[in-house]
């Protein structure tokens, strides 16, 4: 498949395809948000959760499940049918959201979260590789952000999800029911309307199998870099996304309900207005150079840096969130041109499989950081030490990202 741009008729269905995820993306992140901003309330319902460094473990149980399935998602997702996999995919973690509404103790809590793990880790590498099938250079970045926008609105609408634990009337089992059964109800017409890919039959290589596909992504020098990048953002990513609301709640005084939405609305309205600028610019500068999504991508980690420094220092909650706008505004730029660069390293068979890959090292890590932050909080290790850190980090990453070289091989 050649550069050229498509007929109206392939770019309508190429972006009916986002705009049928979009709303699963929504759902996907809505479930995992909705238990960083209702801690307080999950914690007095079920007392033996105990300690900070065990919600850590309870956030970071997910991470690590998802994590490790992740590129056995991928590599599904590379054989078998795109459409099968998303649907299936959101169906059952949509179930598992349902159940987590009615867990009363711990374990109960630690395994409906592993369970979620497992299920949610054959949309997003599915998801994205779906994407990039329809979406070849011209409209890449752009398509793939107006489904990382669905990403983020769904984090905004769990930031509320702290006013509906507070609520008599609610509750955060009432919550996670609903959002449960919207998911298994979206699940059917998703089935009937979504397409599979054509490109599909016109694959030029055929896919290697599982412990080849891994043998020719671990031999690429570019990809392997490409991981590196995704993994080192990622530690200040979760921790924001996480224990943000945490964060506001103790430093700042606010209930639970101001707390998650201080948390979460600001930065992810910014990382919409990030992804769509991002996307854009990298879709413009790849005409001038195979490299505008990376140079794209670093100015984004250049914005982490004051971001980070600024969180950790802020005095009051509006400093706090200016800071966590312009961190929003830099994810935005990375999130949407990650799978796009990607597509620049690796051959299309293989690139479901390469992001669960990037999964597996990018959220394992990132389960170490939540479970890590707990642990330094319980020692009152101080917030601009920990962010600091994470800020020397985003200049590593920097350096990281401007080493890649696309192939040019890669065309589609």
Excluded at 143 to 157: D, K, R, S
Excluded at 313 to 321: D, E, K, Y
Excluded at 377 to 400: E, K, Y
Aim: charged share 15%.
């Amino acid at each position: 498949m050649k550069d050229e741009a498509p007929n109206a008729t392939a770019m309508r269905t190429a972006w009916l395809v986002v705009a049928l995820l979009v709303p699963v993306a929504l759902l996907n992140y809505l479930d995992r948000q909705m238990l960083a901003a209702m801690k307080s309330s999950m914690m007095g319902d079920i007392p033996d959760i105990g300690s900070k460094a065990n919600w850590g473990l309870v956030l970071g149980s997910f991470k690590w499940v998802y994590a490790i399935l992740s590129p056995l998602g991928g590599y599904l997702s590379d054989r078998l049918n795109r459409r099968n996999v998303i649907c299936i995919s959101l169906l059952v973690w949509s179930a598992v959201t349902w159940y987590m509404g009615h867990v009363n103790s711990f374990h109960e809590l630690l395994a409906a979260r592993a369970l979620m793990g497992i299920s949610e880790a054959f949309y997003i590498p599915a998801a994205l590789a779906l994407i990039t099938d329809f979406h070849l250079g011209p409209t890449r970045s752009r398509a793939v952000g107006f489904h990382q926008m669905g990403i983020y609105v769904g984090i905004i609408l769990g930031g509320f999800a702290g006013y509906a634990a507070d609520s008599p009337a609610i509750g955060w089992r009432s919550a996670f029911t609903w959002c449960g059964a919207v998911g298994i109800f979206y699940a059917i017409p998703l089935f009937f309307l979504l397409r599979n890919p054509p490109a599909r039959a016109e694959a030029a290589e055929p896919a290697p199998r599982f412990f080849s596909a891994f043998q020719e992504l671990l031999t690429n020098r570019g990809f392997l870099l490409l991981v590196l990048y995704f993994t080192l953002p990622a530690l200040a990513g979760w921790v924001v996304k996480d224990w943000m609301p945490d964060i506001l709640r103790e430093q700042f005084g606010l209930g639970q309900g101001k707390a998650g939405v201080s948390a979460v609305l600001y930065v992810q309205i910014a990382s919409l207005v990030g992804v769509g600028i991002g996307g854009w610019l990298a879709d413009r500068w790849m005409r001038r150079t195979e490299r505008g999504r990376i140079f794209v991508s670093a100015l984004g980690m250049l914005l982490f840096l004051p971001a980070l420094f600024g969180v950790g220092n802020a005095g009051t909650l509006f400093v706090a969130i200016c800071f966590l706008i312009l961190f929003g505004l830099g994810w935005g730029f990375f999130d949407c041109n990650n799978m796009p660069i990607l597509c620049q390293l690796v051959r299309p068979e293989l690139r479901a499989t390469g992001y669960g890959f990037m999964n597996l090292i990018s959220i394992s890590c990132g389960g170490l950081a939540d479970w890590g932050f707990g642990v330094m909080r319980d020692a009152h290790i101080p917030l601009n030490v920990i962010f600091g850190s994470f800020a020397a980090i985003a200049l590593l990453s920097v350096g990281v990202v401007l080493c890649i070289r696309p192939n040019a091989a890669l065309r589609r």
